[in-house]
T-cell receptor, first 112, second 113 residues
């Protein structure tokens, strides 16, 4: 079993829809959770960074962590075609950890 | 966020030649940088951890003599793919660590003919 599981998709939704991306994990020691966005042939870009359980909002993006269920989510409101990318979840046990554990990535397409 | 610059973005080389990829942290000092490899439609695979002033730490299964890493300063790490073969063709990405977060370069697409 992988430490972090993420549905690879692909996920295709119409413009304006609310998108929900999810990851589950098995290691209860993970405390820091990140979402990265990666456009094709580009390096990942840090979108959201959260610690422990709870919600964090940044513009159209909301990151949610449920440590009791070992489940994290990224919600995108009012999705735009420019949001089309691969979204990677990542997590670590300690802040500024040397190594992050990544999910497989979910390919998202927003259709105009 | 912090900026990590990676060059070149794309390189095509002949089999048997060596290729060097540079990774620079532009607005912060990074004692630790990381090198990843990514195959199409797959996640990042950590290859090695580059430590300034010391030898790199390689992940299991990664040939250190094949993938030479040099971290000569607090802002520069290089990955050299030696005697490249077609199976080395891949997308290589570096990242650099601030005390809290990890930032990535834009990646290098290596194609070995």
């Amino acid at each position: 079993q992988k430490e972090v599981e993420q549905d690879p998709g692909p996920l295709s939704v119409p413009e304006g829809a609310i998108v929900s991306l999810n990851c589950t994990y098995s290691n209860s020691a993970f405390q820091y959770f990140m979402w990265y966005r990666q456009y094709s042939r580009k390096g990942p870009e840090l979108l959201m960074y959260t610690y422990s359980s709870g919600n964090k909002e940044d513009g159209r993006f909301t990151a949610q962590v449920d440590k009791s269920s070992k489940y994290i989510s990224l919600f995108i409101r009012d999705s735009q075609p420019s949001d089309s990318a691969t979204y990677l979840c990542a997590m670590s046990r300690i802040q500024g950890a040397q190594k992050l554990v990544f999910g497989q990535g979910t390919r998202l397409t927003i259709n105009p | 966020g912090a900026v990590v610059s990676q060059h070149p973005s794309r390189v095509i080389c002949k089999s048997g030649t060596s290729v060097k990829i540079e990774c620079r942290s532009l607005d912060f000092q990074a004692t630790t940088m990381f090198w990843y490899r990514q195959f199409p439609k797959q996640s990042l695979m950590l290859m090695a951890t580059s430590n300034e002033g010391s030898k790199a730490t390689y992940e299991q299964g990664v040939e250190k003599d094949k993938f030479l890493i040099n971290h000569a300063s607090l802002t520069l790490s290089t990955l050299t793919v030696t005697s490249a073969h077609p199976e080395d063709s891949s997308f290589y990405i570096c990242s650099a660590k601030t005390p809290e977060k990890l930032f990535f370069g834009s990646g290098t697409q290596l194609s070995v003919l």
